[in-house]
């Protein structure tokens, strides 16, 4: 069973048109929850750690947000700049290695 | 602050020979790791230095990887005797020890004829 679970695994939007994507993660004792946006063939690009539910963070037209067993990444009135990969991935505690998820591919239409 | 870096960015060899890659890891991070990704997937964990020391490997990496960070401060991976299977995006990345967030570098596109 996988640890991080990300859905949908693609996403097609209006610009402007907003939506969630979801990250659901099965591991005890979370140490931390990261978001990356990762650009066609390139490193994952750092946006967000959440550690403890009901915790938010915002950047720009996104806004992360964390629960026991889930974590949404909020796209508001998308561009399509904001077209790319979104991944997600957990540090269980006790360790110092995130497991990532297969990452969501966000395509933002003009 | 120039970010981690990577090096070469594309690597193409022929099956059976030996490649190294080379990382520098931002100058205040005392953590590097290393990672393998291929297409419609998440990095998956190869191996974790705190400083000079490796830590952690994972179950799941061959005998023919090998990694050392000799001074605590860049990053060799060597994959020797390499095989098809090994084509992919080799990502660094590095961390302070708080927070944990990861930096990553540009990647490795390794393709293995």
């Known amino acids: 069973e996988d640890q991080v679970t990300q859905s949908p695994e693609a996403l097609r939007l209006q610009e402007g048109e907003s939506s969630s994507l979801n990250c659901s993660y099965t591991v005890s004792g979370l140490r931390g929850l990261f978001w990356y946006r990762q650009d066609p063939g390139k490193g994952p690009e750092f946006l967000f750690t959440l550690y403890s539910a009901g915790e938010e963070k915002e950047k720009e037209r996104l806004k992360a947000t964390l629960t026991k067993k889930e974590s949404f990444l909020h796209i508001t009135a998308p561009k399509p700049e904001d077209s790319a990969t979104y991944l997600c991935a957990v540090q269980e505690g006790g360790s110092y290695i995130p497991t990532f998820g297969r990452g969501t591919s966000l395509i933002v239409h003009p | 602050d120039t970010g981690v870096s990577q090096d070469p960015r594309h690597k193409i060899t022929k099956r059976g020979q030996n490649v190294t890659f080379r990382c520098d890891p931002i100058s205040e991070h005392n953590r590097l790791y290393w990672y393998r990704q291929t297409l419609g997937q998440g990095p998956e964990f190869l191996t974790y230095?705190?400083?000079?020391?490796?830590?952690?490997k994972s179950r799941l990496l061959s005998d023919r990887f090998s990694a050392e960070r000799p001074k605590g401060s860049f990053s060799t991976l060597e994959i020797q005797r390499t095989e098809q299977g090994d084509s992919a995006m080799y990502l660094c990345a590095s961390s302070t020890a708080v927070p944990h967030e990861q930096y990553f570098g540009p990647g490795t596109r390794l393709t293995v004829t």
């Open positions: 230095f705190q400083n000079e020391a490796q830590l952690e």
